[in-house]
């Protein structure tokens, strides 16, 4: 019958003054132990794999998913505000020597009054009146272009806000996800330094600490496999959330 580490213990308690007695009931107990163990860490083992490679395919899917939406959300509307920014930009160079000569003779007209030069401002001044329909006729040609560019600008903008509000969740599951790959790391170092000391302790022989070790080694692996189940679950959920903005695209 295998026994416990517990009941290695309970028995070196027991036999208390036979200390060799005690310690190869208790090499044996181990060894037991060991044996029983192994069986447990191999299985978990070919979980953690599993999921690490489940994981890591499901994660590339989701990054490759959520590109492609940032892509579109990027893109929406996109050829129209393009085109009104074009329009817009082309119309201010058309009217530019228009307005800027309107401006100018008004600048003028201001001095030559100040100047109390009557002659000069009202010439000036017939100048710029015979503009003014045309200046007027560019700048509400050009406002409305700009009023144009402005609401296909906002409608942009809250149309790709409906699709980056879905995805608000999947920043809160991402930082899930960083804060227990730190849990997994931290478990993996220790896993790692029991191994290593379980090793030894097969080296030397000394199958009551090996099987301390391994013991070690089993519930550290546990550990990653509760942590990667977690992990796994989070990634699903950023698939879902994904899914459920890119339907909510225009």
């Keep these: 019958m295998k026994m416990s580490l517990l009941a290695v213990i309970m028995l070196s308690m ?11 009931s208790s090499w044996d107990a181990a060894l037991d132990g060991i044996d029983a163990v192994y069986d447990g860490l191999t299985a978990v083992q070919t979980l953690v794999k599993q999921e690490s490679l489940e994981i890591s ?5 989701n990054n490759d998913a959520l590109s492609a939406l940032n892509a579109k959300i990027r893109a929406i509307d996109q050829t129209t505000v393009t085109r009104l920014t074009q329009e817009t930009e082309a119309l201010q160079r058309k009217h530019a020597p ?12 201001t001095a030559a009054k100040k100047r109390k030069d009557k002659k000069s401002a009202d010439m000036l001044e017939l100048k710029r009146n015979q503009l003014k329909p045309a200046s007027t006729s560019a700048s509400a040609e050009i406002k409305a272009k700009k009023e144009a560019l402005s609401a296909a600008k906002k409608s942009k903008t809250a ?6 509000d879905a995805l608000v969740p999947v920043q809160t599951l991402k930082k ?28 030397r022989g000394d199958a009551i600490v090996a099987a301390l070790e391994l013991k070690t080694v089993y519930d550290q692996t546990k550990a990653i496999h509760a942590s990667l189940t977690k992990v796994y679950e989070w990634e699903r959920q950023i698939a879902q959330n994904v899914t459920l903005a890119a339907a909510k695209l225009p």
């Design 14 to 24: 027991m036999l208390g003054g036979n200390r060799q007695l005690v310690a190869a």
């Design 57 to 61: 395919a499901l994660r590339k899917k």
């Design 98 to 109: 228009l307005l800027e000569q309107y401006a100018s003779l008004g600048k003028q007209v």
């Design 159 to 164: 149309k790709a806000k409906v699709v980056k």
């Design 176 to 203: 899930r996800i960083t804060a227990e790959n730190k849990s997994v790391a931290a478990a993996r170092k220790h896993l790692s330094a029991a191994d290593k000391r379980y090793k030894a302790s097969v080296k």
